[in-house]
């Protein structure tokens, strides 16, 4: 069974990464896992710091640093002890991705958190930018933390296309909210149809496929859920057509979802490609938090 041993949740000591951090220490709690809190000093600051202090500045880092470690401490206190979770506190200075994916290394975590930040246009470029790059970077799974959490997930969406990562998303799905219920949810590819038109295939036959399609895709998301170990009536299953990104959106709205759970990869190179840009979409586009398992 798929569990967590060690949470890394970064912090930049905003609201949405505080978010981050409460989200990280329930997990660490459910799961017994091992949590530690990370905030990186990064280069603009340290050059702002110069700039403003000139020779002044590398007496002042010291103090800097002090007080990055006191809110850190503060954060433990105020938002992982009520959970019964004493977290490990760490500082470093540098690339941000950098000193993530090192100290994620140096930890051996299995999970990193991170918080989603900004509104809107910059909200789409923040994620954009910042999650999809590490989730270049490293080789562990990336929870992006959306909503302020209250409760355990109660509901997770889990998109699948029958790799091996599809299996392991559903695992570290039940490892992450262990009494949600799951949604399988498979999204085939529908240009066929439109080829299918071009070749002068009726609309009957067109149909015909559609239905089909769509009862094979259930049988083997039934087959994929014996193979992860869920209980038969512990899921529900979806088959869809249509446009991956937009469809895995309209359900996490339509099934009132919180969490989304994604495999990194596909099956072969171009659907490997295809669901690297639909990753990018749902990070950038859901409402609720996103688990992208590796």
């Known amino acids: 069974m798929t569990t967590f041993r060690t949470v890394l949740a970064a912090t930049d000591f905003s609201a949405p990464s505080r978010h981050a ?16 809190l990370l905030h990186v000093i990064q280069p603009e600051a340290l050059d702002q710091l110069r700039r403003l202090l000139g020779q002044e500045a590398e007496a002042a880092l010291p103090r800097v640093q002090d007080e990055a470690r006191n809110i850190l401490a503060q954060m433990a206190n105020d938002l992982c002890a009520p959970l019964g979770i004493s977290p490990g506190i760490h500082l470093a200075s540098g690339p941000i991705l950098q000193e993530i994916s090192s100290e994620a290394d140096a930890l051996n975590a299995d999970l990193l958190v991170l918080g989603a930040r900004g509104m809107g246009f910059m909200h789409r470029l923040m994620l954009g930018s910042t999650a ?18 209250h409760e355990g997930y109660r509901r997770v969406l889990i998109p699948v296309d029958f790799s091996d990562y599809s299996l392991r998303a559903i695992r570290q799905a039940r490892a992450i909210a262990p009494q949600a219920d ?43 859920a014996q193979k992860a170990g869920l209980e038969p009536h512990g899921y529900q299953r979806i088959a869809l057509t249509g446009h991956p990104p937009t469809c895995i959106l309209e359900q996490e709205e339509e099934k009132d979802a919180d969490l989304i759970v994604m495999g990194k990869h596909g099956k072969g190179a171009g659907e490997e490609l295809l669901l690297g840009s639909t990753t990018k979409h749902v990070l950038a586009e859901s409402r609720g938090d996103v688990l992208v398992a590796r």
Not at 132 to 149: D, Y
Not at 215 to 222: I, K, N, P, S, V
């Open 21 to 36: 951090v409460t989200r990280a220490a329930m997990i660490a709690r459910d799961c017994g896992a091992r949590l530690e």
């Open 132 to 149: 999809e790059r590490m989730l270049r970077k490293t080789l562990r799974s990336l929870l992006v933390v959306k909503q302020l959490p």
């Open 182 to 224: 799951l949604i399988l949810l498979h999204v085939f590819d529908s240009t066929l149809e439109g080829t299918l038109r071009y070749a002068g295939v009726t609309e009957e036959r067109i149909h015909q496929y559609q239905m089909e399609a769509r009862q094979e895709a259930l049988r083997d998301l039934e087959l994929l």
